[in-house]
């Protein structure tokens, strides 16, 4: 995992605690596309599940997300696909 995807990963815990985590940077996938660099690190998926995403909307739960993650949007991560969900049941 490279330095971003675990900058992305420890801030998503410490803000979320969440019960599944997954960062898996995609840049490659992107080669040639806007926002692309050469050694990735430009693209990420990420899925959560957390209890504080109970009750929220799927936009409430996107700018969570965004918010915690902001410095890094602004910067290096050109791109985020995102599923945010609250445990079921």
């Known amino acids: 995992m490279g330095q971003m995807a675990e900058r992305i990963e420890r801030k ?3 803000a979320f605690q969440p019960e599944t985590l997954s ?4 840049s490659e996938q992107h080669r040639g596309h806007g926002g692309w660099r050469e050694g990735g690190e430009t693209h990420f998926r990420v ?18 997300v965004y918010q915690v993650l902001a410095e890094e949007l602004a ?15």
Do not use: C, Y
């Open 12 to 14: 998503l815990r410490m």
């Open 23 to 26: 960062v898996v940077d995609e």
């Open 47 to 64: 899925e959560i599940t957390a209890k504080a995403f109970a009750g929220k909307s799927r936009v409430e739960r996107q700018r969570a």
């Open 75 to 89: 910067g290096q991560v050109h791109a985020l696909a995102l599923s945010a969900n609250a445990p079921q049941g």
